[in-house]
């Protein structure tokens, strides 16, 4: 009892720090990108709290999995830092008895990340890219922050307006740069006005000028205009979009077919596997002397933890591609090293099954 209490403690404790700091760190790259990301158009500024939340959400199992298995190195390779794993197996207790103090801390965390990986990281990143899409199908006068030049949502065009209005539908001073097949147009208008006729958008400006210009000659063509129209693009229905693999809820991924539909399932089933992995990997690498202080047990960890995931999405990409079936996948990475994690920790109690007695051998006196 005194034995699974305090493993379980030590481990809580470091389990609880580690995450936080993964936390930090995560929030503070993904801060960065997503304000880049706000800053070249991509996404609206307004939303870049709700992205960062759904972004964090969608690399919630990662983090947990990540944060398992660097509590468990860290409190096991201290007990054998400080001897104290001397003194459990002078009372009795293998390195295989750790696996139920383990397990026992860890089924709440690996809970949270099948939660996670099967429900709301598909949610997150449905709503992720719903705030997208409603940006995207935004006119091109409601992404034009005033004073700054944009680029339209074809690329096709360069907007620049002095001021909006109060929908954001209308822009006063307009001033715009279209290119195609050959011939380059500025326009400019004292006030252009987004409308939707027959599902198309257009820009309706007023009281404006166009200056045209042929590339390839040189040529130039000047025409004033009380209103123009201007097409901006089609209105696209939600539904006609496909949807990404990414975004499906979990059942609904195990009714289709398709490859891509098996490659996301690998993945998603393989972040559940890979966190309980986690604990079992822990256990057999985190194992050292205490007459020497040596890290390598650490690098070797690491050096699992990146190959691992890293063959985590391979197997995915495999999958999607249709070169292996998606539960010989699961068996071919996952199961590897569950069996591997297991007899190395075998290997490690003296290579005896349970029950068997241990075999001493005899040390001859020193005279």
Excluded: C
């Excluded at 209490?5 to 801060?31: A, H």
């Excluded at 000047?222 to 123009?228: G, K, M, V």
């Excluded at 490690?348 to 001859?364: H, I, L, M, S, Y």
């Amino acid at each position: 009892m005194l034995f699974d209490s305090s493993v379980r403690k030590e481990l809580w404790r470091s389990f609880s720090g580690t995450l936080v700091v993964l936390l930090t760190v995560l929030l503070t790259m993904v801060l960065i990108r997503i304000l880049s990301q706000a800053t070249k158009g991509a996404l609206a500024p307004t939303d870049v709290g709700l992205v960062l939340s759904y972004t964090v959400i969608g690399q919630l199992p990662v983090l947990l999995a990540l944060a398992l298995f660097v509590s468990v190195v860290s409190v096991l390779s201290r007990i054998w830092r400080d001897s104290e794993m001397v003194v459990w197996q002078a009372s009795g207790a293998r390195q295989a008895s750790f696996i139920r103090p383990l397990l026992g801390m860890a089924w709440p965390v690996l809970f949270m990340v099948a939660g996670a990986a099967l429900m709301a990281r598909p949610w997150a990143q449905n709503q992720t890219q719903v705030l997208k899409y409603r940006y995207e199908q935004r006119s091109d006068m409601a992404r034009v922050a005033p004073g700054q030049f944009q680029v339209s949502a074809d690329g096709k065009r360069v907007f620049f307006i002095d001021s909006h209005s109060d929908g954001l539908q209308a822009g006063r001073n307009v001033f715009m740069v279209t290119t195609a097949d050959g011939q380059e147009a500025v326009v400019t208008a004292n006030q252009g006005q987004v409308q939707v006729i027959d599902g198309q958008r257009f820009l309706v400006l007023s009281h404006g000028e166009r200056t045209q210009t042929d590339l390839d000659t040189g040529e130039k063509a000047l025409s004033r205009f009380e209103t123009a129209k201007v097409r901006m693009g089609e209105a696209i229905d939600p539904s006609d979009v496909a949807p990404d693999m990414r975004s499906l809820p979990s059942l609904a991924l195990l009714a289709l077919r398709s490859d891509e539909a098996r490659g996301e399932l690998v993945w998603r089933f393989g972040l559940v596997w890979a966190a309980f992995n986690m604990v079992l990997a822990g256990l057999s690498l985190a194992a050292g002397n205490a007459r020497r202080h040596s890290s390598w047990n650490l690098v070797y960890a690491l050096l699992v933890f990146v190959v691992y995931f890293n063959l985590l999405s391979l197997s995915q990409t495999w999958v999607s591609r249709g070169k292996l079936p998606w539960d010989g996948a699961l068996l071919a990475v996952h199961g590897t090293l569950t069996v591997a994690a297991l007899l190395v920790v075998w290997w490690r109690d003296g290579a005896r099954w349970p029950g068997q007695a241990v075999r001493r051998r005899g040390r001859k006196e020193l005279a």
